[in-house]
């Protein structure tokens, strides 16, 4: 994990505590896209009702935000969810 990652663990872990969610994990699947392409989220967040795969980002590159548009559309049971880390606050856009 880089330290965004790090930081953002820690912020999960409050929220387990909390009981806000129930689990999450880092990396623990690989979606496949296309031949040879494939998109692994940072984190799979479990909440009572959905699960939510989160991807944390610093900053977004094209690529990045492509692949989870895409994973997004062929996997509609799943919540897509990106965050960024802004002013000391955790900034969530959901796509699908």
């Known amino acids: 994990?880089?330290?965004?990652?790090?930081?953002y663990a820690a912020h999960l872990a409050l929220l387990q505590r909390a009981g806000e969610i129930?689990?999450?994990?880092?990396?623990?699947?690989?979606?496949r896209l296309a031949d040879k392409t494939f998109y692994t989220p940072d984190f799979a967040v479990v909440r009572v009702d959905c699960l939510e795969l989160h991807e944390?980002?610093?900053?977004?590159?094209?690529?990045?935000?492509?692949?989870?548009?895409v994973a997004a559309a062929q996997y509609p049971w799943f919540r897509?969810?990106?965050?960024?880390r802004k002013r000391q606050q955790w900034v969530m856009e959901e796509f699908g």
Request: aromatic share 14%; charged share 35%.
């Open 1 to 7: 994990m880089n330290k965004t990652e790090q930081a």
């Open 22 to 31: 129930t689990d999450y994990r880092f990396e623990p699947l690989k979606l």
């Open 56 to 69: 944390v980002k610093g900053f977004w590159e094209d690529d990045a935000r492509v692949k989870i548009k």
């Open 80 to 84: 897509f969810v990106a965050v960024q």
